[in-house]
């Protein structure tokens, strides 16, 4: 669980990176993005010290998702503000189903690392949704292609979710 949702906070903030890169000229749009990146960052430093911890070996896929992740964000945002947002929309809808299942796994245990992780956990998840509904309220549904373009990224975050966890 850990290394998997280190590589996603990590994708996470490549993502964003790569969006206020392409979107640099447009200051609403910016300020919006770095509240959902320094949340993210956050997340990101919450699992690095936690793989560390525990030693868990972050995925070796670590560099495609430097790249991956950064393209993805750039790629959305030459597609406009809404596609950007479109793009964080698909995103934060697969990681909360994610961080439910992995909550929902940790329901039963009382053990007090399984406790810390699941409040962990439901943080980021609620943190993901605002991430979502921040989109949504700044016209992601609109954007062109939108089913098209949201279920490419949602099978790109699937593809990235199962990968990290093999390794």
């Known amino acids: 669980?850990?290394?998997?949702?280190?590589?996603?906070?990590?994708?996470?903030?490549?993502?964003?990176?790569?969006?206020?890169?392409?979107?640099?000229?447009?200051?609403?749009?910016?300020k919006t993005l770095?509240?959902?990146?320094e949340q993210?960052?956050?997340?990101?430093?919450?699992?690095?010290?936690?793989?560390?911890?525990?030693?868990v070996p972050p995925?070796?896929?670590?560099?495609?998702?430097?790249?991956?992740?950064?393209?993805?964000?750039?790629?959305?945002a030459l597609l406009g503000e809404k596609a950007a947002h479109a793009c964080?929309?698909?995103?934060?809808?697969?990681?909360?189903?994610?961080?439910q299942s992995q909550v929902d796994a940790l329901s039963a245990s009382t053990h007090p690392r399984d406790?810390?992780?699941?409040?962990?956990f439901q943080k980021c998840q609620q943190e993901e949704s605002e991430h979502k509904h921040i989109a949504i309220d700044q016209g992601g549904e609109s954007a062109p292609f939108y089913p098209i373009l949201t279920n490419l990224i949602k099978n790109a975050t699937r593809l990235a979710i199962f990968l990290s966890k093999k390794g």
């Not at 906070?9 to 890169?21: K, T």
């Not at 770095?34 to 990146?37: F, G, P, Q």
């Not at 393209?71 to 959305?76: F, I, K, Q, R, W």
């Not at 964080?88 to 961080?99: F, L, R, W």
């Open 59 to 76: 995925t070796l896929l670590t560099p495609l998702w430097h790249v991956g992740g950064y393209l993805m964000g750039v790629t959305s």
């Open 1 to 30: 669980m850990l290394r998997v949702n280190q590589a996603g906070e990590y994708g996470a903030v490549r993502i964003y990176l790569g969006q206020m890169a392409a979107l640099q000229n447009n200051p609403k749009a910016l």
């Open 88 to 99: 964080t929309i698909a995103v934060e809808e697969v990681i909360e189903e994610h961080y």
């Open 115 to 120: 406790v810390q992780f699941k409040a962990l």
């Open 34 to 37: 770095e509240h959902m990146l």
């Open 40 to 55: 993210e960052k956050e997340h990101l430093e919450a699992f690095n010290k936690l793989i560390i911890d525990y030693d």
